[in-house]
């Protein structure tokens, strides 16, 4: 059974970037069954999907973050990771890494989450 | 973007009630591109639908899904304790991938 680990700074400073990596373990990166995703949720509020890679590199991003927004993938390494920059208080969130089934088939595998904080 | 609106807020009930939940997009979407998870405090969400009838692997068949174009609806036929919890709808059809507000399902 696959599992997702997501890994990082629990604190970053304003305008500084915020850098998450998720491991995968048990199941193979390299299917193009899946996606690989991203979604981050405010404190005490709903789910925000960030954007996902696909084992390939292929991405696609969350207009509302895409000038700020970067993924990738290291299949060698069975990790994909988050890139955001130039963080305010407002992307301080639970950080989710999640596998993606294509074809709409849903997030069935979820990281424990994250919290990053952004804070001086 | 694709708002999905989600009702109600909160809805509460008693085990062994029947709960019906609501998931409404903001324009059209296909079937095959809806889903349902289950969140409970401190956890990630569970993918419980998809492709707005079909349950995942391992979810009871008290759970659910029906619908079409602009209206879905998520069923739990007989609740069961651990079953209060807050349910999103997600659909992926149209970029960007989107999230209902979520439904609180507390018990009476």
């Known amino acids: 059974q696959v599992q997702l680990q997501e890994s990082g700074p629990g604190l970053v400073q304003p305008s500084q970037t915020l850098s998450l990596i998720c491991s995968v373990s048990?199941?193979?990166?390299?299917?193009?069954?899946?996606?690989w995703s991203w979604i981050r949720q405010h404190p005490g509020q709903g789910l925000q999907w960030i954007g996902y890679?696909?084992?390939?590199?292929?991405?696609l991003y969350n207009p509302s973050l895409r000038s700020r927004l970067s993924i990738s993938v290291d299949t060698s390494k069975r990790q994909f990771s988050l890139r955001l920059s130039s963080v305010t208080a407002a992307d301080t969130a639970v950080y989710y890494c999640?596998?993606?089934?294509?074809?709409?088939?849903?997030?069935?595998?979820w990281g424990q989450g994250t919290l990053v904080t952004v804070s001086s | 973007e694709i708002v999905l609106t989600q009702s109600p807020g909160t809805l509460s009930l008693s085990p062994g009630d029947r709960a019906t939940l609501s998931c409404r997009p903001s324009?059209?979407?296909?079937?095959?591109?809806l889903t349902w998870y289950q969140q409970k405090p401190g956890q990630a969400p569970r993918l419980l639908i998809y492709g707005a009838s079909n349950r995942a692997t391992g979810i009871p068949d008290r759970f659910s899904g029906s619908g079409s174009g602009t209206d879905f609806t998520l069923t739990i036929s007989r609740l069961e304790p651990e079953d209060f919890a807050i349910y999103y709808c997600q659909q992926y059809d149209t970029s960007p991938i989107t999230f209902g507000q979520g439904t609180r399902l507390e018990i009476k």
């Open positions: 890679i696909s084992y390939s590199g292929t991405t």
């Open positions: 999640a596998r993606e089934a294509s074809y709409g088939r849903g997030a069935d595998s």
């Open positions: 324009q059209t979407i296909a079937r095959s591109y």
């Open positions: 048990g199941g193979s990166i390299n299917s193009a069954d899946y996606y």
